[in-house]
């Protein structure tokens, strides 16, 4: 299995948390604050800088009030595998 920090995946799912950050209306410093982190690791995570694990994908998620499995399906859906 190769990385995925630069992977199609990765793309689509930084694109998706940006996505859902922005319809919630939050600045990157904002979410930080809500999530209790630096501000640098939402724009390392959004760059694609950073990889984010599932249960840190829960939390981001649940501080954006989205489901966790929309998230998983954007990378699925980017995976061309199911």
């Known amino acids: 299995m190769r990385k995925t920090i630069y992977s199609k995946e990765g793309r689509a799912l930084s694109s998706w948390l940006i996505k859902q950050r922005k319809q919630a209306d939050l600045k990157q410093r904002d979410?930080?604050?809500?999530?209790?982190?630096?501000?640098?690791?939402?724009?390392?995570?959004?760059?694609?800088?950073?990889r984010i694990d599932v249960v840190e994908l829960i939390h981001y998620c649940?501080?954006?009030?989205?489901?966790?499995?929309?998230?998983?399906d954007e990378i699925v859906k980017a995976s061309n595998l199911i």
């Open 31 to 50: 979410f930080a604050k809500v999530l209790g982190i630096h501000h640098s690791i939402v724009g390392k995570i959004e760059k694609g800088n950073r």
């Open 62 to 72: 649940n501080a954006l009030g989205v489901d966790p499995r929309d998230a998983i």
